[in-house]
Each structure stands twice: as C-alpha cells, then as structure tokens.
C-alpha cells in the first residue's frame, strides 16, 4: 500500500485520514472467507484505486462539483455487513410505507443499511431459472455468473476512481439473472432502507437478462434526514443479451446528509432494448455517472432521468451515449427543476465509433429555475467518428412561463397551483416515456409534497 502521506499529497489532502477505514485491511476484511478468484478481484480494485488520482475540478467530468468541499472521507467509517432480518412492523414507517405504495411485482428484495434482509420470487419464475439473491449469497450459489460479469466487461474498476474503490469494497447487493426467454410481465422491486449516519456503505447491483428474455427493475432508495454525511456508494451493471428487454429504474429520495454516489453502466446487444430512469430527489449531494454501450446492430437504449432540488441539493448527472455498433438507437432525455439554492450540472456525450455507421442519437436536456438563487449548467457534447449518422443535442436553461402563469390564473386558479401544474407539467414529459406501474404516480406524489412544501 502507498504511503498516507504521498496520497494525501497526491489528492490536496482529500484523503486524510481516511486510510483509517479505506485502506488494504478493509480490503481484507471484505475478503475473508471469499474464493481466491474473487479475493483476487477485489485487490486488483484496491490497486486501481490507489494509482488513480482523485477527481477535481481541472477535468471535464468533474468541473462543477467540487469533491475537497463537498465529500468528507475523512469523516467516515466504514460499514461492516451484517446479517439483518426485516420485520415489516417492526420497520421504519417511512419504509413501510413507500412498500405498501408500490403495485404488484414478480419479486421484492430489502436493503437494510447494506445488507440484504429479505427476498422473494414467485414460485413460478423460480421454477423458470429466474435467480434473485443478496449478491453476498451469490459468490457461493451463483459464481460462474459472478466471475463472468462482475466488475469484468460492464463496470470494471478501470472506469475511474471510485468505480475501483466500490468494486474492492462491495459488502452486499443483487444480482439478477433472467434465462433465456423468460418474459416477467410483474417489475422486481428493491427497497433499500439507510440508517448508519456517517458512515461509507458500498453496494453492488448485477443485473443479467439473457436471450430474448424481458425484465424490469426499480430499485428505490429512501433515509431520514442524517445529522453527518454519509457517503452511500453503488455499482450497477446491467446487461441485455440479443433480443432482450430491460426497463432500470433507479428512484433516490434520501435525507439530507447522505452524499450518493452512483457508477451504472449498461450493455446492449443485439436487437435488445434497455431503458433507464434515473430520479432523484433527495440526498444533500448525488452523483450519477451513466454509461450506456450500444454494442450490437439494432439496439436501442432511452436513458431518462429528472431531479426535483430545493435547499442547498446539488445534483451532478455525467452521462454517455457509446455507439459502438452501427444502426443501433438511443434517445436521452433529462430535466431539472430547482428551487432554493439548488443546483444541477449536465454533462452528457454522444460517442460514435468509427464503425457505427446510420446511428441515431439524440441528446436533450432541460431545466427550470423556480427561485432566483438555483443554478443549473449544462454542457452536451458530440463525438462523431463515422460519417452516416444521425445526431444532434440541445440545452435549455429558463425560469417559469410567465405566459403560462398567467393563463392559469386568469382561468381562477390560484398562483401556487399555477406553478405547481406547470412543473409537473415540465417534469411529466420524461416520466410517461416509461410508464412502468406504480412509478410515474410515487413519483408525481413526491413531487407534488416538494411543491405544497
């Protein structure tokens, strides 16, 4: 392990400290009692991570979220797994609640600060091959699946600092495995619940869905408000074979204090299609860095996302549109609406290999200020290397229409109504592009409590 001294050197004193709880003994504390092959993994991560620089605002990637005042790894502790049950009367109501809101489903999982608490499948997908398990179960039941996808191909510790650094210290997760040709007409749905206050927790999510299979997935993360940052670290890989179809929705809707870190990449192949719906709401700071590969002829990829800030939010989206394969299709569509001082930063790339001839990738996002102290920055960007494409991105920065306003009230509605009607109205557009049961009206409801707020 490299000297404290020379990292803290290395990152402006970011990491002080911290090797107190991040370092080679986390590593091999993780990894007591795992196989050689994953143990092997895991500190070929740890290694990635003590040569790659810490981000800071000289790169492109990271210009407007400054990470030595916005996350404190100092300050934290690590979170150790631990084997949970849940009791539902015995939950949280807040948890229980945003349960009991959600429809029917094919199966549930439970988070309980790190740890999976509870699963359930139906029987008749169980029967099918259908595998839903805690990924810490997984490394025994499932390994040929685990040594095949995790942290290989998709997400692999190469991708960047703290890519490496959850891939070394992942305690617990999901993994999902959809056989060939089994088509889930129900969603899975992962409620994750967080509690531990000023602590590092690092979850993992593998998501497989084989051939000509279908799947949908909404993951939902919810706290109370913690009085000390709380860094809560994921990894999602999810993976489309030929003919595929795979819906990922990902739903944050923390307290303050927690600083939520996202990596999610995800592969398409042929003639799949994989949609993305990244919401998030809550958290004092998250971070979502997406990157959808569009790796065989005929796949498809919409990635959506909305953020709805108030207070002091910050909400950093990097996103990457990769064609690598020629007539393949992806749409992005992203809007923000902030009040407060809240601030939001966009930053998304469409890369189109040399190869990837008749590609169409289109890239929109959009923001409205509701006071006059929000900020939002976005910066689209195109990288084209073949020559018979279709590709364009567009931006926009506004406050409310005023003309809309106006014609509300003149109809006898009063103004709150008025502009709460013309934010849902904005924020809308994205949430009927995957009209997946039971999240468009979570979500509208949540927003509409911001609104009344």
Not at 183 to 199: A, D, Q, Y
Not at 273 to 286: I, Q
Not at 311 to 325: E, I, L, W
Request: aromatic fraction near 6%; proline fraction near 3%.
């Amino acid at each position: 392990m490299a000297d404290s001294r020379t990292l803290d050197e290395s990152i402006g004193g970011l990491m002080e400290g911290v090797t107190d709880a991040l370092n080679q003994d986390a590593v091999d504390a993780v990894s007591q009692g795992a196989p050689q092959w994953l143990t092997e993994r895991r500190k070929h991560a740890w290694s990635v991570y003590e040569r790659t620089p810490m981000p800071t605002t000289r790169l492109e990637e990271w210009r407007y979220t400054d990470l030595s005042r916005k996350l404190k790894l100092d300050t934290l502790q690590r979170l150790e797994w631990a084997p949970r049950s849940f009791q539902k009367d015995q939950a949280p109501a807040r948890l229980v609640q945003a349960m009991d809101e959600d429809r029917e489903a094919a199966g549930h999982l439970v988070e309980l600060d790190g740890s999976v608490a509870h699963v359930d499948l139906q029987e008749e997908l169980a029967a099918k091959g259908v595998v839903l398990t805690s990924l810490k179960k997984a490394v025994e039941t499932h390994p040929e699946l685990l040594k095949e996808h995790l942290a290989t191909n998709a997400l692999p510790p190469e991708q960047g600092k703290f890519q490496a650094l959850n891939a070394a210290l992942w305690t617990d997760g999901i993994l999902l495995y959809v056989p060939r040709g089994v088509r889930m007409e129900l969603p899975i749905r992962v409620s994750r619940w967080i509690s531990e206050s000023g602590k590092a927790l690092f979850s993992r999510t593998l998501i497989v869905a084989d051939e000509g299979s279908q799947v949908s997935f909404v993951d939902e993360v919810l706290s109370e408000d913690l009085d000390a940052q709380t860094l809560v670290s994921s990894g999602v890989e999810v993976i489309a074979r030929p003919n595929a179809q795979v819906q990922y929705v990902s739903l944050q809707r923390m307290g303050t204090g927690p600083f939520h870190l996202v990596q999610q990449r995800t592969l398409a192949e042929k003639d799949s299609t994989l949609d993305t719906l990244n919401v998030n709401l809550g958290g004092s700071v998250a971070r979502l860095d997406l990157n959808a590969q569009l790796l065989g002829t005929g796949a498809n990829s919409d990635m959506l996302g909305l953020c709805f800030g108030e207070g002091d939010q910050h909400f950093d989206h990097n996103t990457s549109q990769d064609h690598v394969a020629a007539h393949a299709n992806s749409d992005l569509l992203y809007k923000g609406a902030l009040d407060g001082n809240a601030r939001s930063v966009f930053r998304g790339i469409i890369k189109v290999h040399k190869n990837a001839q008749q590609t169409d990738a289109y890239q929109t996002n959009r923001n409205l200020l509701l006071s006059e102290t929000a900020r939002a920055d976005s910066l689209p960007n195109l990288e084209i290397e073949a020559d018979d494409v279709r590709c364009s991105h567009g931006a926009t920065v506004g406050q409310l229409d005023q003309n809309m306003l106006f014609y509300l009230m003149s109809r006898g509605l009063p103004r709150h109504i008025a502009e709460r009607l013309v934010v849902m109205g904005f924020l809308g557009e994205v949430l009927s592009r995957l009209p997946l049961g039971g999240v468009v009206e979570k979500i509208t409801r949540i927003i509409e409590e911001k609104l009344h707020g």
